[in-house]
């Protein structure tokens, strides 16, 4: 029961932060993280330095998501 409240919590803090940003959806928290957008606009949130998101298209997933993945990799290097 607490895992499904937490799981509810996050998809909708997600969906608060994201929200207002081009193409991203958090309808879930699976397919809505499929093309890499949702998590490059919580990215861009909180560091909006590391991704132009105006640049970013729906259509380039594989491109999103390494975008993602470096720059998630980027701060938590910068972290330790």
């Not at 909006?48 to 380039?60: A, G, R, T, V």
Request: net charge neutral; with cysteine; charged share 30%.
């Amino acid at each position: 029961m607490g895992e499904k409240r937490g799981m509810r919590a996050l998809e909708l803090w997600c969906r608060r932060v994201t929200d207002g940003y081009r193409n991203v959806r958090v309808n879930d928290m699976s397919s809505s993280w499929k093309d890499g957008l949702a998590f490059c606009a919580l990215i861009h949130h909180f560091r909006p330095e590391l991704i132009d998101f105006e640049s970013l298209s729906k259509e380039n997933m594989l491109y999103n998501n390494a975008l993602r993945i470096d720059c998630s990799t980027e701060v938590l290097f910068q972290q330790l």
